[in-house]
């Protein structure tokens, strides 16, 4: 229940990111600079939804044949990436100005320090809990992940593809704000 405003904000966001395809900026170093922050938005409402996806295919059918430890082992603090990353996916769009691009550099430095404790619990444990996912969880947790990942929602993707994403989001934002500062003016 706590991830249904998610839901709502991701949805709400469709809407602006398609008005923002149609007011990009004439001037091509600054469409340029909309498009990277486009990019940037756009990929993270959809992090956000592999995020909750997970949760729906894998965590909550999982919480129904594994142990404290075991869920621990594996998701680590995945509930933890899902509301920090939706606090900075909020604060970089504002649904009321759809051009707010001149915020973004602000909105991020603001929200960076609420991914780093998160980040840093879950990439530094992210090896525990692949070699956890291959050989610290019991029979029926394995049964049940090879069933989930059967899903036509995952595209029949282990729940170990789906464990890399979070780090291979934060390697991503240093591009992404490296292509949006190089096409901002001063």
């Known amino acids: 229940t706590d991830l ?3 839901r709502t904000d991701l949805a709400s966001a469709n809407k602006l990111l398609s008005a923002w395809n149609s007011n990009l900026s004439a001037a091509e170093d600054e ?17 956000i939804d592999d995020l909750l996806l997970v949760v729906e295919v894998f965590y909550n ?4 044949v594994a142990t404290e430890e075991e869920l621990a082992s594996v998701f680590v603090n995945w509930m933890q990436l899902i509301l920090c990353n939706a606090r900075l996916f909020r604060a970089l769009y504002n649904t009321n100005d759809v051009n707010c691009f001149e915020t973004v550099g602000a909105v991020f430095l603001e929200e960076i320090d609420s ?6 619990k879950f990439c530094s444990a992210q090896r525990q809990a692949m ?7 019991s029979p029926v947790f394995k049964a049940k992940e090879k069933e989930c990942a059967a899903s036509p929602k995952v595209g029949k993707l282990p729940l170990s593809t789906f464990l890399l994403k979070p780090m291979q989001r934060i390697t991503k934002y240093p591009l992404l704000i490296r292509k949006i500062l190089s096409h901002t003016r001063d």
């Open 131 to 137: 070699l956890a996912l291959q050989e610290g969880v």
């Open 4 to 6: 249904i405003p998610i």
């Open 61 to 64: 059918p999982l919480c129904a």
């Open 31 to 47: 469409r340029t600079r909309q498009e990277a922050i486009h990019e940037l938005i756009s990929t993270e409402k959809t992090y």
């Open 115 to 120: 991914l780093l404790v998160p980040y840093t």
